[in-house]
Every structure is written in C-alpha cells, then in structure tokens.
C-alpha cells in the first residue's frame, strides 16, 4: 500500500490541525463521491467512519449518486495453465476514450470455490444488477440441485441461496436478477418449462429479504429464458406465443405481474435483448456483415424504437453484445473468444483479445461497482 | 449593489444579481434584511474574496462551458486549509456549484491516500485497537489491493 504522492501545498501536516472542523453533513458529502474501494478503505479510519460507511443508507444512497453504465465485465474462463479449472475474471475497462490501453484482468478468488461447488460445467452467470451478480447452477441431470450465488465482485461478498422447492429435477431454468425498489428487496426469477410434460413457462420468484420462493401462475407463452434485462423495476424477456408471435414481456418486480412492452412494427425475428445504457434493446439479425440492433430510447413508447446497424466485419459468428461502455462504445462478445469495442459515432472498433485468458469467455456480463451487501438483505433468515 | 462584510471587517461590493447565486444571501435580501450590509460573521475575506471570485465568473460566462471548466480546475488549486474554508463557505452561504465544486476535489484528493493520511487530513485520532484494526484491514482486503 504506497502512499499517494501529494503535491507539496497539499501534504498533510501531521501535528496541527489542517482542517477546521468539517461538520458531519459534509464530511458524508465528501465521501458518498469516493469509488467502492476508497470506502473501504477508509472504513479502518475510526470507528464512527466505519458504522457511517456500512449504513445501508449510505450505501444505497452512494449507489444512486454512481450509477451509470457498466464498466466492468465479468465471466468464466479458464487459465491458460494447467490445471486449466475455471474461474470467474473480471476485466475493467481503463478509459473508454483511451484507445490502445487494455483492461485489467482479474481472478475473482472468493473465499469459496464456488464453481466447483455449483458443478462448474452447468453453472453460468445470468444476470447483474446494481453491482450484484448472480450465478445460476442448472440441474440438468437427476440428482443434481439447483445452486444459485449472489456475489458482490467488488467487496468479495456472496451468499449462498436456497435452491426452489417448486420446479422438479431435471428441468430447464434460467434465471435472473433485480431490484424492487419499493420494498428495497433483490429479487431472482426463476423460468423452468417442464417439457415434454407441459408447454408451458413456470416462473419462480425468490425474495432476498424473507429467503423464501413463490411461483407465479404459469404462463401461457414461452419465455426466452437465456436472454432477460433488468430494466425500470421489471425484467424483460424475449416471449413468443404458441402460434409463434413474437413479444417482449416485463415482469414488474414490485407488483410481481407480468405487462407486454410494445416492439417495433415488423417482421423480424429477434434473438436477444440487452440493456445499453438504460435502454432496452433488442438484437434482430445478424449477417456476416452486419447486426441489426432495436433500441427503445423512451421506455414504454413504441414508436422511440429506433434501428441502427452495428457494422461486423468478416465476423462468422453471433457477436453477443455485451454492454455500452462510455457513452457510445458497445462492446460485442465475438464467439466467446474476443471482445470488440465499437464506437457508433465514428464506426470504428478496437479488437482486444484478453490475455492471460486460457479457454472461451463465457457468460459475459457488465456490471457496475457497488458497496451494496447480499448478507444485508439475507441477514433475516439466514444463519450466519 | 450589495454590500457584504466579512467576520474580519473587510468590505466587498458585488452586483445583487450575482451575490444571489448565494441562497442566503438571496433569501436574506428578501427578507429585507440587506438594507445597508449584509454582515456574514462565519467567512473571513480571504475566503469571500474567493467565493466572490467563483460567483462574478459564473455569473458572466454562464454559457461559456468550457471556460467555466477550466476557471473551475485552476480555482480549486489552492492549499487544503483554503480549500475546507471554501467548503464552509460555500456551505454556509448555500452555493450549489460550488459546494459539489469542492467537495469532489476534496474527494478526489483523498481517494487513494492511506487511512493514516486520511485521518492526518480531517485531524481524526484512531480509536481502533490495533487487533480492531487489522481484523477490519482483513475483511477489506478487496478494498487495499
């Protein structure tokens, strides 16, 4: 830990007071503005700091003042060496506007190897939200159970949740993640279609804060359960109906009921939806070309969906469009082997091939950083 | 004109339209109690001079953005002591601006100082035990890294 240079007219003079006494209210103005790692930082500062700084109020509010679009990714990978086992990475984008600097890479070493213990090969990361990412193991044998983390890659934390009692082994799951707002509750949905017995969606809703499962009728539709964003209180998912209508629907967190979203006029077969700096978009064709890509700019008005084209040149394989980073760079997942960073005003990209990265990117996710705390919202039900 | 005196007895004339980017002063006008001077005994004239400085510049280039961010970057270039007693005022006198001006150098200045620059700078005696303290360094390996 080296001590920061200081410019001379700011070095802190040890024995006399250098700051008048700073009232409370702006001493916690001051340190809403710091990043993730200085509050923990300054946590070990005194004891009043550290009771300040682990507030859940703090923490919400600080959440608030620094959220904006992702730049972080987060995924599986294994390492180029031998035992080559998977782990999760996480790559943090240095400046956007600094083309040429790479990204960091970094192991997430949790205190518990969660991949081995989620039965690595079936477990995937399915959804982020406000600095909470959450890791899904499907059961996809009998005799296997459903594992899910809630980790938190900036402070390390997670908790272990309590696999659903209602889906039976061996059936499909997907999953995702959000936040209800009104009762400041996280919330995993759960989607299993029970086929070949049923063709119909069952939804499973998890709360945070009671620890405890509830399905929600089935519904009559299928949901595209690989593909969900979590978005203005409700996650979306691609739907299509048994006469092979397609839709997006919007599972309202707080109220728990579904509501269709309309989508552009069109034919058109989409094949992902993703959350490009707070707006919904929707991924509808892809050539070797290029790739059409819809974006809601007003949520909830038809008519603000507006087409652009993302140019990908000479590339064979679905670009999985993983997150706006900046104000108009969207990064692409090129076959879960490279990332490309696209700029859409200047149509030009960067291609960054992650080194120290031994087997494909999967499951790749931004998120942002956040202080916010899974243990906090569990701390009713779960033993410590 | 708007007269205003620092708890030092310094004298400062400043145009009314600009002194109301202060709300206290703005609300201390309506109130009607600006009739000769306004007396502002919590900020010394060093530091009315600077704030006045701050006010006169975004009141004339208000539409000038760049201008006004680079005035912003070399106005906050001062001392630490200066800079917390433009905190003061700033808060004191309910200038917006330049409340989240300072208080986002101070952030960014103290962002990745060590836990014993930090408590030399808000002059904070640590009341931790040193077992307190390293357990709580421990569990925040994430944040030291």
């Given at each position: 830990m080296?001590?920061?240079?200081l410019h001379?007219?700011q070095m802190?003079v040890?024995k006399?007071?250098?700051a ?5 209210e702006l001493?916690?103005?001051?340190l809403?503005?710091l990043?993730?790692k200085?509050?923990?930082?300054f ?9 300040l700084?682990?507030?859940?109020l703090f ?5 608030t003042l ?5 730049q ?12 080559s086992?998977?782990?999760i990475?996480t790559?943090?984008?240095t400046?956007?506007d600094n083309?040429g600097?790479e ?5 997430l070493t949790?205190s518990?190897?969660?991949l081995e ?6 477990a995937s990361i399915v959804g982020s939200c406000?600095g ?9 044998e009998i005799?296997?159970?459903d594992t899910?983390y809630l980790i938190?890659p900036?402070?390390?934390e ?16 997907g999953?995702a993640?959000?936040y209800?707002s009104?009762?400041d509750d996280?919330?995993?949905v759960?989607?299993s279609?029970?086929?070949p017995?049923?063709n119909?969606?069952s939804?499973d809703?998890f709360?945070?804060r ?7 009728n089935?519904?009559?539709?299928h949901?595209d359960?690989?593909s969900s964003?979590f978005?203005n ?5 691609l739907?299509r109906s048994?006469?092979?209508?397609h839709?997006?629907?919007a599972?309202?967190l ?6 269709p979203?309309p989508i552009?006029?069109g034919e058109?077969?989409?094949l992902?939806l993703a959350?490009l700096?707070?707006c919904?978009?929707?991924?509808v064709k ?7 890509i819809w974006?809601?700019?007003e949520y909830g008005?038809?008519?603000s969906w507006?087409?652009f ?6 590339y064979?394989y679905?670009n999985?469009?993983v997150?706006?980073?900046g104000d108009?760079n969207?990064?692409?997942?090129v076959k ?6 696209h700029?859409?005003?200047e149509?030009?990209r960067?291609d ?5 990265i031994?087997?494909h990117l999967?499951y ?5 950083e956040?202080l916010?705390s899974?243990?906090?919202?569990c701390q ?5 | 004109?708007i007269?205003?005196n ?7 004339e400043?145009?009314?339209s600009?002194a109301?980017?202060?709300?206290t ?5 309506e109130d009607n ?5 306004i007396?502002?005994?919590n900020?010394?004239?060093v530091?009315?001079?600077r704030v006045?400085?701050?006010?006169k510049k975004?009141?004339e280039?208000?539409?000038d953005?760049?201008?006004l961010?680079?005035f912003?970057?070399e106005?906050v270039?001062?001392?630490?002591a200066?800079l917390?007693?433009?905190?003061l005022?700033?808060?004191y006198?309910d ?5 989240d001006?300072t208080c ?5 200045q103290?962002?990745d ?12 005696m ?6 307190e303290?390293?357990k ?10």
């Amino acid at each position: 830990m080296s001590p920061k240079k200081l410019h001379q007219s700011q070095m802190p003079v040890a024995k006399a007071a250098l700051a008048p006494n700073i009232p409370e209210e702006l001493t916690v103005d001051i340190l809403l503005r710091l990043p993730p790692k200085s509050i923990g930082k300054f946590r070990c500062v005194l004891k009043s700091w550290r009771s300040l700084l682990s507030d859940p109020l703090f923490i919400t509010a600080h959440l608030t003042l620094h959220l904006h679009y992702p730049q972080k990714l987060i995924f599986f990978s294994s390492s180029p060496v031998p035992p080559s086992s998977r782990s999760i990475y996480t790559l943090t984008f240095t400046t956007a506007d600094n083309p040429g600097s790479e990204a960091v890479l970094q192991k997430l070493t949790l205190s518990e190897n969660i991949l081995e213990n989620t039965s690595s090969k079936y477990a995937s990361i399915v959804g982020s939200c406000n600095g909470l990412v959450l890791v899904l193991g499907f059961r996809m044998e009998i005799g296997f159970r459903d594992t899910m983390y809630l980790i938190n890659p900036t402070t390390m934390e997670f908790v272990k949740l309590p696999a659903s009692p209602l889906v039976r082994e061996a059936v499909r799951i997907g999953g995702a993640l959000g936040y209800d707002s009104s009762n400041d509750d996280y919330k995993i949905v759960t989607v299993s279609c029970d086929e070949p017995t049923s063709n119909e969606t069952s939804v499973d809703v998890f709360s945070l804060r009671s620890g405890s499962w509830k399905r929600i009728n089935s519904l009559p539709y299928h949901l595209d359960f690989r593909s969900s964003v979590f978005l203005n209180g409700a996650i979306h998912w691609l739907a299509r109906s048994d006469s092979g209508d397609h839709s997006v629907i919007a599972f309202d967190l707080t109220c728990e009921k579904f509501n269709p979203v309309p989508i552009p006029r069109g034919e058109f077969d989409p094949l992902k939806l993703a959350d490009l700096g707070g707006c919904l978009a929707m991924v509808v064709k892809q050539t070797f070309h290029q790739m059409d890509i819809w974006m809601m700019q007003e949520y909830g008005i038809g008519e603000s969906w507006t087409k652009f084209s993302v140019p990908t040149p000479n590339y064979f394989y679905f670009n999985d469009i993983v997150c706006l980073l900046g104000d108009d760079n969207v990064v692409l997942n090129v076959k879960d082997q490279k990332l490309v960073v696209h700029n859409l005003t200047e149509n030009t990209r960067r291609d960054m091939v992650v080194a120290g990265i031994g087997g494909h990117l999967r499951y790749l996710i931004g998120f942002s950083e956040s202080l916010v705390s899974p243990i906090y919202y569990c701390q009713n039900w779960r033993a410590t | 004109m708007i007269v205003l005196n620092s708890s030092d007895g310094a004298t400062f004339e400043v145009e009314e339209s600009v002194a109301v980017q202060s709300q206290t002063i703005k609300h201390m006008i309506e109130d009607n109690c600006a009739d000769t001077s306004i007396p502002l005994p919590n900020v010394n004239g060093v530091t009315l001079a600077r704030v006045l400085e701050y006010i006169k510049k975004h009141a004339e280039a208000k539409d000038d953005e760049e201008g006004l961010k680079s005035f912003d970057a070399e106005f906050v270039k001062v001392d630490q002591a200066s800079l917390f007693e433009i905190i003061l005022a700033a808060n004191y006198l309910d200038i917006k601006g330049l409340l989240d001006l300072t208080c986002q150098t101070v952030a960014d200045q103290i962002k990745d100082l060590t836990v014993e620059e930090v408590r030399a700078i808000f002059n904070i005696m640590n009341d931790f035990t040193p077992e307190e303290e390293a357990k709580l360094r421990n569990d925040h390996a994430w944040a030291f890294e």
